[in-house]
């Protein structure tokens, strides 16, 4: 497991266009499918990180608590399954079921929506405006596996509280740790 840090995506930057199959549904998500929502939150997760593991318990709920507003979350998956096989469209859709799942999850086979992003770890969250501008990136909350620290979310949940508000969001941000993205050769 390499430790590493989100790659902090300049803000401001415009999200990625993106089409990507739905492991639950099969269905095509695409990144303007959400044009007209307030704001657009671009998780990048997988099934094996202990980061992801550690807080994947509390992504369902977030999903739940933000229903019914002008709100888009997508998570994706981009790591190689040669070498990480869970992490394959049936692991994460075994994910998405056991963690209540209410957003789509989309395999990422060819890698290149994470690299659209940047996306350098897993966990690592992308939240844009109601203009696809990048207003938040980085941690969902500084809780780390054994750290003894509960995982809330505040971060994250703060950023996306704001945005749906129509208030700015705090440029001073902190980047957020986890796995690396298991890259193809």
């Not at 590493?4 to 930057?13: A, D, I, N, V």
């Not at 739905?22 to 990144?31: N, Q």
């Not at 929502?37 to 990048?44: E, G, T």
Request: one cysteine or more; hydrophobic letters at 35%; a negative charge.
């Amino acid at each position: 497991m390499a430790l590493t840090e989100s790659t902090m995506l300049e803000l401001g930057t415009t999200a990625p266009d993106f089409a990507l199959a739905d492991v639950v549904s099969g269905k095509t998500v695409r990144r303007d499918d959400f044009r007209g929502k307030d704001a657009l939150l671009v998780m990048f997760i997988c099934t094996h990180c202990p980061y992801v593991k550690h807080i994947e318990k509390t992504l369902g709920p977030l999903g739940k608590d933000y229903e019914g507003k002008s709100f888009g979350i997508v998570a994706v998956s981009s790591n190689d399954v040669t070498t990480h096989p869970d992490d394959s469209p049936e692991g994460l859709k075994a994910q998405a079921k056991a963690q209540g799942f209410t957003f789509p999850y989309l395999y990422d086979e060819t890698q290149d929506v994470a690299r659209a992003y940047d996306a350098a770890c897993t966990p690592d969250f992308f939240l844009f405006d109601k203009d696809f501008q990048l207003v938040y990136r980085g941690q969902y909350d500084s809780s780390r596996p054994n750290s003894g620290v509960p995982v809330t979310g505040e971060d994250l949940r703060a950023a996306i509280d704001l945005v749906l508000a129509g208030k700015p969001v705090p440029t001073e941000q902190r980047p957020s740790i986890g796995c690396n993205i298991k890259w193809k050769e």
